[in-house]
């Protein structure tokens, strides 16, 4: 059973930067492509950020390039997300989610679609 926790979002002003954690569980952590995705209130959902397996690639939609940084720490089974220059705007649930890659894969980034296991969120909050 793969279980995700993202932790470390919050209230914050505008300009602050944030880092958020997701920490996993119950699965080989190098063997899964992790990404970030929010949701802000509205139908749609954001793809954030996502990170091969290896950590040797990662990937950013145009919108998200500049101010945000995925990274993951396999040792600690950890993916963290930093977020820079926050804006109002930047306000949702922050959510992470995996995906198996095979070996093979191991530098390839699974796009937005393909995440099966997903964490409960985390709230950040970005006042002006």
């Known amino acids: 059973q793969v279980q995700l926790v993202e932790s470390g979002g919050g209230l914050v002003q505008a300009g602050d930067s944030l880092r958020l954690s997701c920490a996993a569980s119950g699965h080989t952590f190098n063997s899964y492509a992790m990404g970030w995705f929010r949701h802000a209130p509205g139908p749609e959902r954001e793809f954030v950020a996502a990170?091969?397996?290896?950590?040797?690639?990662?990937y950013y939609p145009d919108s998200m390039k500049g101010r945000f940084t995925i990274s993951r720490d396999n040792a600690k089974n950890t993916v963290y997300l930093r977020m820079n220059t926050l804006k109002p705007e930047d306000t949702a649930v922050y959510y992470c989610a995996a995906e198996w890659v095979p070996p093979s894969e191991s530098d390839v980034v699974p796009m937005y679609y393909e995440y099966t296991y997903w964490g409960q969120g985390t709230q950040v909050t970005v006042s002006s």
């Open positions: 990170i091969s397996s290896s950590g040797g690639a990662t």
